[in-house]
Structures are given as C-alpha cells and as structure tokens.
C-alpha cells in the first residue's frame, strides 16, 4: 500500500476510533478528589512536536493522559477547558508523516476546546495547514495572522466559553517569526501583526470579549520569552495590554511550574514535548498554577493509547530499517550545540549539502564549482548516538523535506549572510551557520551592529558586515570581497528563511530537487555507509571568540 492511500485509511479510521473515546472520563477516587465543582479548571500544552505515543522511556506523558487528565476534572463538575499554544504538528515522524493532519485527530480525540498555531504549523505548507484547520473539530485561534487580501484574521480570532456561573473568552496570537522561521513561500498569503500592531490587536481581542460580558479572559500565545524575540514576547504584550487574566505561553519551550505574575497576568508555559501538562484553577477569585508530570492518582485512556498507535504502527513499518553507522556520537542539541557552535552533526550535514550539489552540477555538465555549504542549525533537530542509524533517525533529524539549492553571491554577500546569522551568537538561534569549505571566525565581544530590518522579516541586515564576523577562506582559498561564490543551501535558506535573506535576492539558484534527508543518505553511501573517525569531532571550520 502506498504512502497515500495509508494516509486515507487511517484518516477514515480515525473518525471511528474517535467516537469510541470522545467520553472517556477515569474514576475520581476519595483520596485524589479536589473541591472543584464549579471552579475553572484549564488544562494547557505547548510545543507538543508530535509527541503523541506515551513512551515511559522518554518521560513524555502522551496524549493518553491529557485525554484522562480533562475527564478527571470534568467529573469532578469543573469548568473544563483543554487548551493548546502551538507546534502541535510538527517534530517526530508519527505526525510528519501525515503533514501534521493526524495531531488534529489526536487533539480532535483528547477534547481540545481551541488552540493558536506555532510557526511550525507551516512547515507542509499552507495548504496541508488549510486541511489541518479544516479537519479540527476546535477553533484555531490566531487573532494577529491577518488574510493579504481581506484584511481580516486569516483563521479565528477569539472564542467566549459560557459555563453556569461565568463566561470565559479566549482569543490567540501567534509569533510574527514565523515570517521568517517557516519558508517565506509558505506565508506568503498572511500577514503577521507585529510590535505596536500586535500590542494593539490584542488589547482590541480583550476589549471585545469584555465587551461580551466575559468574567475571564484567556490568551493562547505562540510568542515565548527568548531574548531574540524581545518586542514580540508574550511578557511584552502584557506589558502593554491590560485584562488578560491568563496567558498560555508557548515557543520558547520554557517550563514555568505555578506560573508568574506580570502586569496582572498570569503567564504559564508547560516546556515541550509533553513531558509535562499545565493545570490553572480560578476559583473566581484567585488563579492557581502548577505543572504535572506524574497521573498515578488517574492513569491513561487505554483507548487513546491504542488509537496513537494505529497511526505509529504505519510510521514505523514506512521507516524500519538502517541506512547506516556512525562511530561517534553525532551532536544535534540545541544549545550547546547546532544553534551555539559548531558541531560534529553540523559539519557531516554542511558537507552532505556541498556533496549533492556539486554531484548535481557534475551530471548535469555545468561546468560548476561548489565553493562551500551552509546548513541552519535550526534544520538540525536531534543527535544521533553511536551505532546503526535507523531511518527513523534520519528522518527526525532532518524532517523538513527541504531541498538542497544553490545560490550564487559575492563575497560581499556571503559575509552579510554570516553576520546576520551570528547575531545572537553566543546565545541560541535556528540560523546559526554549519558550514563546510568555509572557515570564520565570530568575535562576540564586538556587539551586533544593527542595520535596517529585512522586509517581511523580524530580522535585521548587518549595519556593518565584517565587524563580528571574518572569514579566513572559501574553498579552500582565501576569501575575496569581490569574488563570486557558489554555495549549497537548502531551498528554506534560499528562499530567505531565518536570517538568509540575503540569499533570496542572488541572481543564480538553482533547486537540485534532491531532498536533505535523500541527499544525507546519498552522501554516506559515498563513505561506504559508514560515518567514520572525520567527524568524530568538529572540524574547526569557526572560531568563536569569547
């Protein structure tokens, strides 16, 4: 049965399976009842990533006990709400598979009451995002993403929640980094209010539901707290923005156990991955918050368990088997690692880049060169430990289907895209430069110096290239301001994704069509499918001074 036609069965499966658990509510014993009956109780995730299966391996809970967790408290007689604050539908391969369209039968399942969108919901494009949307038996809610050609929010903006003794309104938002952390092709069609816009629609989103007599008022926000994104971090719209009560954080994969208070909000955030579950309880008076990584007292739904796995069983039948072995562990983390500095993972894969290009230029007779490769360490998604390398692994890694292109720049051009993308350097970001046939250096004593912002971008143009970064060589030789260079990038980069736009106004590109993850497979079948002692460590390609 082909990749399509698995999809479809399972999606019609789905919808069976998902009544056969719609009621699901675990018994509420003596010792673990609370006095919750007409209290709101709002149950939030964040940055789920696909991370449906409960493996106790791994510590995350799984949708099973988000499923089991909403029917305890909705026995108890509270005011339940399941909420979601985005980059639900992207992340291992039991819903990259799919497009993401199986996190939404997932959600659909577990009884999810709204839900903002993350960056990552993108990823497929706007099309498998319309089919999500389409499929969700809850509002997505994103106030701020605004349709180009009506001038209205694109999907949802709020929902007002009417219980018997209060009334609840959520409204969402959504980062405007999305413009730039999915493919700019894939946005092309929304805008993202931003800064004062932002601040403004949220405070029109609170007005709006005071207006409709809620007695509480919710924001599910896909922002974070991170300092790359300061002017459009949820602690920045509540500093500008007056009744919200709760705002349910997510993006910056930051775990606050009780929460914190700023302005009058609450701000709650789960970390990732479902390792934990947030629980908030206003008692119409006072709001409470804590994290929850331990259900003993409740359990899973058995049913939600089994029905994750009709869809896991077809993920791991499409991707058994190794496609190679590395002797060395091969480091992906976030930070340290492919977003800080160079890695080992960063090298192999940069060189896999300029590997396929330059094979594809050499079949193709186009009298071509490859000078170098970059690789951004946000595509990076995971390490690979030492041994046999499943292609599961491999397709966790690198699970973005992208491409692998190349642009031609000068050398005048190469530099601003390495400043730009060393910007946060030392601290954490998905632009970060892994690079091979290319070797720099970045002074992070020298401050970033910034120049006019990028347009359709929350990003910045270098004021002045060369002050934070310098390269030694490309190619092998040494580096020429005014020389041209031919560089290996993924289609993402080259469309001017994260701080690459630069790249998307070089007058040669040229998409090989060869995916990273295909590409990456290629290139280790040109090491006899064996990862060896050259990168056992990284190369030394970028000094960081400190």
Same mark, same amino acid.
């Given at each position: 049965?082909?990749?399509?036609?698995?999809?479809?069965?399972?999606?019609?499966?789905? &919808?069976?399976?998902?009544?056969?658990?719609?009621?699901?509510?675990?018994?509420?014993?003596?010792?673990? /009842?609370?006095? &919750?009956?007409?209290? &709101?109780?709002?149950?939030?995730?964040?940055?789920?990533?696909?991370?449906?299966?409960?493996?106790?391996?791994?510590?995350?809970?799984?949708? +099973?006990?988000?499923?089991?967790?909403?029917?305890?408290?909705?026995? @108890?007689?509270?005011?339940?709400?399941?909420?979601?604050?985005?980059?639900?539908? @992207?992340?291992?391969?039991?819903?990259?598979?799919?497009?993401?369209?199986?996190?939404?039968?997932?959600?659909?399942?577990?009884?999810?009451?709204?839900?903002?969108?993350?960056?990552?919901?993108?990823?497929?494009?706007?099309?498998?995002? @319309?089919?999500?949307?389409?499929?969700?038996?809850?509002?997505?809610?994103?106030?701020?993403?605004?349709?180009?050609?009506?001038? /209205?929010?694109?999907?949802?903006?709020?929902?007002?929640?009417?219980?018997?003794?209060?009334?609840?309104?959520?409204?969402?938002?959504?980062?405007?980094? *999305?413009?730039?952390?999915?493919?700019?092709?894939?946005?092309?069609?929304?805008?993202?209010?931003?800064?004062?816009?932002?601040?403004?629609?949220?405070?029109?989103?609170?007005?709006?539901?005071?207006?409709?007599?809620?007695?509480?008022?919710?924001?599910?926000?896909?922002?974070?707290?991170?300092?790359?994104?300061?002017?459009?971090?949820?602690?920045?719209?509540?500093?500008?923005?007056?009744?919200?009560?709760?705002?349910?954080?997510?993006?910056?994969? *930051?775990?606050?156990?009780?929460?914190?208070?700023?302005?009058?909000?609450?701000?709650? +955030?789960?970390?990732?991955?479902?390792?934990?579950?947030?629980?908030?309880?206003?008692?119409?008076?006072?709001?409470?918050?804590?994290?929850?990584?331990?259900?003993?007292?409740?359990?899973?739904?058995?049913?939600?368990? $089994?029905?994750?796995?009709?869809?896991?069983?077809?993920?791991?039948?499409?991707?058994?088997?190794?496609?190679?072995?590395?002797?060395?562990?091969?480091?992906?983390?976030?930070?340290?690692?492919?977003?800080?500095?160079?890695?080992?993972?960063?090298?192999?894969?940069?060189?896999?880049?300029?590997?396929? $290009?330059?094979?594809?230029?050499?079949?193709?007779?186009?009298?071509?060169?490859?000078?170098?490769?970059?690789?951004?360490?946000?595509?990076?998604?995971?390490?690979?430990?030492?041994?046999?390398?499943?292609?599961?692994?491999?397709? *966790?890694?690198?699970?973005?289907?992208?491409?692998?292109?190349?642009?031609?720049?000068?050398?005048?051009?190469?530099?601003?895209?390495?400043?730009?993308?060393?910007?946060?350097?030392?601290?954490?970001?998905?632009?970060?430069? @892994?690079?091979?046939?290319?070797?720099?250096?970045?002074?992070?004593?020298?401050?970033?110096?910034?120049?006019?912002?990028?347009?359709?971008?929350?990003?910045?143009?270098?004021?002045?290239?060369? +002050?934070?970064?310098?390269?030694?060589?490309?190619?092998?030789?040494?580096?020429?301001?005014?020389?041209?260079?031919?560089?290996?990038?993924?289609?993402?980069? $080259?469309?001017?994704?994260?701080?690459?736009?630069?790249?998307?106004?070089?007058?040669?590109?040229?998409? *090989?069509?060869?995916?990273?993850?295909?590409?990456?497979?290629?290139?280790?079948?040109?090491?006899?499918?064996?990862?060896?002692?050259?990168?056992?460590?990284?190369?030394?390609?970028?000094?960081?001074?400190?």
């Amino acid at each position: 049965m082909n990749k399509f036609f698995k999809r479809l069965a399972v999606g019609i499966l789905s &919808l069976a399976m998902v009544a056969g658990i719609a009621a699901y509510t675990p018994a509420v014993t003596a010792e673990a /009842k609370d006095d &919750l009956a007409g209290k &709101l109780v709002v149950i939030h995730t964040n940055d789920m990533h696909g991370h449906y299966e409960k493996i106790e391996e791994e510590g995350g809970l799984g949708m +099973s006990s988000v499923k089991a967790l909403k029917g305890y408290y909705e026995r @108890q007689g509270a005011n339940v709400l399941l909420l979601d604050a985005g980059d639900f539908s @992207q992340g291992t391969n039991l819903v990259n598979y799919y497009k993401g369209l199986d996190s939404i039968y997932f959600m659909n399942a577990a009884g999810y009451d709204a839900a903002s969108l993350g960056n990552h919901e993108f990823d497929f494009g706007f099309d498998a995002l @319309q089919e999500m949307a389409a499929a969700a038996d809850f509002p997505i809610l994103d106030a701020n993403i605004i349709n180009k050609e009506t001038g /209205k929010p694109y999907f949802g903006d709020n929902k007002v929640f009417a219980f018997g003794n209060m009334t609840v309104g959520v409204f969402g938002l959504d980062t405007p980094e *999305t413009q730039t952390k999915a493919s700019p092709k894939n946005v092309k069609d929304v805008t993202f209010l931003d800064n004062e816009e932002l601040y403004a629609c949220a405070q029109a989103q609170v007005d709006a539901l005071k207006a409709a007599g809620c007695d509480y008022i919710i924001c599910i926000g896909h922002l974070g707290v991170d300092e790359e994104s300061v002017g459009r971090r949820s602690v920045d719209v509540v500093a500008q923005v007056t009744g919200i009560d709760l705002f349910v954080d997510g993006h910056s994969h *930051t775990r606050i156990d009780g929460g914190f208070d700023f302005n009058g909000t609450k701000i709650v +955030s789960t970390g990732s991955y479902l390792e934990k579950i947030g629980v908030v309880i206003y008692d119409g008076e006072k709001t409470t918050a804590r994290l929850i990584d331990d259900l003993y007292y409740i359990g899973g739904c058995p049913d939600m368990d $089994a029905f994750v796995k009709t869809f896991a069983d077809v993920v791991n039948e499409a991707y058994a088997g190794t496609f190679a072995t590395t002797i060395s562990r091969l480091d992906g983390s976030r930070a340290p690692g492919v977003r800080t500095e160079e890695t080992n993972l960063g090298d192999f894969s940069a060189d896999a880049y300029k590997y396929i $290009a330059q094979t594809y230029v050499d079949e193709n007779d186009m009298n071509m060169t490859i000078d170098g490769a970059i690789q951004n360490g946000g595509g990076i998604r995971a390490s690979i430990e030492p041994g046999d390398i499943s292609m599961d692994t491999l397709y *966790t890694v690198f699970p973005y289907g992208n491409t692998i292109s190349i642009v031609t720049l000068t050398g005048e051009e190469l530099l601003e895209a390495l400043e730009a993308s060393c910007f946060a350097c030392p601290d954490a970001l998905g632009g970060f430069p @892994q690079v091979s046939g290319i070797v720099f250096t970045i002074d992070t004593t020298v401050p970033y110096a910034q120049g006019a912002q990028y347009p359709d971008s929350t990003y910045y143009a270098p004021a002045n290239p060369g +002050s934070r970064v310098t390269i030694k060589s490309v190619g092998g030789k040494e580096f020429d301001l005014k020389a041209t260079y031919n560089i290996a990038v993924n289609n993402f980069m $080259a469309d001017g994704g994260d701080t690459y736009y630069v790249l998307s106004e070089a007058e040669n590109v040229i998409d *090989t069509g060869v995916v990273d993850a295909e590409g990456l497979i290629s290139y280790v079948n040109s090491l006899n499918g064996v990862i060896g002692e050259e990168y056992a460590a990284s190369r030394g390609n970028i000094t960081i001074i400190r």
